[in-house]
Structure formats: C-alpha cells, structure tokens
C-alpha cells in the first residue's frame, strides 16, 4: 500500500470526481474517471455523383484511465471508504 497521501498522487479535479461520484469500489472508480489524453479531427474526402469533393471532418478524443496508473487499488479504497463514510454525516 502507498505511504503517500492521496491528495500528492491524485488532480484536484480527480479527487472532486472520486468525492462526487460517490463510487463504493475502486474498480468502479478507475473505471468512471478517464483523462483527456488529446484529440484532433478525422478528416476524409468523399466524391458526389457529379464528381465534386466533399471533405468531411468528424472530431475525436482520446481518453486513458487515469487512476489505473496512479494509484493501487487498496489507497484508493481506503479513501473510496472514508469518503462514503464523511457523506454518511452530512445526510
């Protein structure tokens, strides 16, 4: 198990996705939680029937899982537990 913190292995922003999703495993949780890696556009060339160039432009993004190569799974399920457990008292 990691020694570290989890907010100095996790974003801010992954920490409010694990905080707000609410996930009880951690499976669940590398699942639901990918990182923008890039994108661009995917752009192909089509011909009418009377021959005029019709180029098509289809945008994409690539996203990895991000918590699958950052943290292991027990850091991650202790947190998952102490967060459904501080959710318990404000309810």
Not at 16 to 42: S, V
Not at 79 to 86: A, G, I, R, V, Y
Request: charged fraction near 20%; aromatic fraction near 10%; proline fraction near 3%.
């Amino acid at each position: 198990m990691n020694e570290e913190p989890i907010h100095s292995l996790l974003t801010g922003f992954e920490t409010a996705q694990l905080a707000n999703l609410c996930c009880e495993e951690a499976e669940e949780a590398k699942a639901l939680i990918p990182r923008y890696m890039g994108g661009g556009l995917y752009c192909f060339r089509t011909f009418t029937r009377r021959n005029l160039c019709l180029t098509i432009s289809v945008p994409f993004l690539v996203y990895i899982n991000s918590l699958a190569n950052k943290i292991d799974d027990d850091t991650l399920q202790n947190f998952l537990n102490q967060t459904l457990d501080l959710k318990k008292f404000q309810t």
